[in-house]
């Protein structure tokens, strides 16, 4: 029997390291990389045709769904395939940032534009902190707008684009994102609700430096009550697993 775990995240990759050392099971990796989709080292179709055909030749039993909530990407055509295929299927996400403390405080929206357009509106140049890093790129030019943000490029990456710079210093704990916001003179946090848990420092900073945090929604769809987004995702989904197998 064989799982197929999906995404590039860290959530996936906790999900292939718990079914490689605690499972005999095979354990398929799906995950994009630029536009390409692949499936265990096999070049694949990221259509609703080339998804259905990547869980029959690899005999796949259960889905695990572990994709970006803001990249849908394969997302939606894996979702399609495993119930034409009636394969068990779990939409997994970190935990949401709608239990943080402050965040009844927090301008919540639904959309990327307006996102750009609340946070613009309160500071000249804010901090950004999106993940995955490349929805800045969505952004294009963002008119020229400048901003700084939460954390240096790495090797993964896409390129940060021209409007966007590094910081100057790491932002690991709650007092280096103070110290950080402060030496910025942050007055408004761009953030989306990734569950990120290198984001959290900041928004903790954003209560003590009084900046304006501006935060995106997940999409509807990672919404629903069969997402799972408790902070024990991973457990949780491993029994789900194996109740239905």
């Known amino acids: 029997?064989?799982?197929?775990?999906?995404?590039?995240?860290?959530?996936?990759?906790?999900?292939?390291?718990?079914l490689g050392h605690g499972d005999p099971d095979d354990c398929v990796r799906l995950y994009e990389k630029g536009t390409r989709l692949l499936v265990a080292d096999v070049d694949a179709d990221p259509t609703l045709d080339g998804v259905r055909a990547a869980l029959l030749q690899h005999s796949v039993k259960v889905v695990i769904d572990a994709n970006d909530p803001f990249l849908d990407g394969v997302?939606?055509?894996?979702?399609?395939?495993?119930?034409?295929l009636d394969i068990p299927h779990r939409r997994v996400a970190p935990p949401s940032f709608e239990d943080?403390?402050?965040?009844?405080?927090?301008?919540?929206?639904?959309?990327?534009h307006e996102a750009i357009e609340a946070t613009?509106?309160?500071a000249a140049a804010p901090v950004v902190a999106l993940t995955p890093m490349e929805l800045c790129a969505s952004l294009g030019s963002n008119d020229g707008r400048g901003a700084v943000a939460h954390r240096r490029a790495t090797?993964?990456?896409q390129p940060f684009p021209a409007w966007l710079r590094e910081?100057?210093?790491?932002?690991?704990?709650?007092?280096?994102?103070?110290?950080?916001?402060?030496?910025?003179?942050?007055?408004?946090l761009l953030v989306n609700d990734s569950g990120d848990p290198r984001v959290r420092p900041l928004l903790y900073a954003s209560r003590l430096t009084g900046a304006e945090v501006v935060m995106l929604r997940r999409?509807?769809?990672?919404?629903?009550?069969?997402?799972?987004?408790?902070?024990?995702?991973?457990?949780a989904t491993l029994r789900w697993r194996a109740s239905v197998l």
């Open 120 to 122: 613009w509106g309160a």
């Open 155 to 157: 090797p993964v990456d």
């Open 100 to 112: 943080h403390p402050g965040a009844r405080r927090w301008h919540w929206v639904d959309t990327l």
């Open 167 to 188: 910081p100057t210093r790491p932002v690991r704990t709650t007092t280096e994102a103070v110290a950080f916001m402060e030496h910025e003179s942050a007055t408004a």
């Open 1 to 18: 029997m064989t799982t197929l775990v999906a995404g590039s995240t860290a959530l996936a990759g906790r999900f292939v390291t718990a």
């Open 219 to 235: 999409p509807p769809r990672w919404r629903v009550p069969e997402a799972d987004t408790t902070g024990k995702a991973v457990v």
């Open 75 to 84: 997302s939606p055509a894996l979702e399609a395939a495993a119930r034409d």
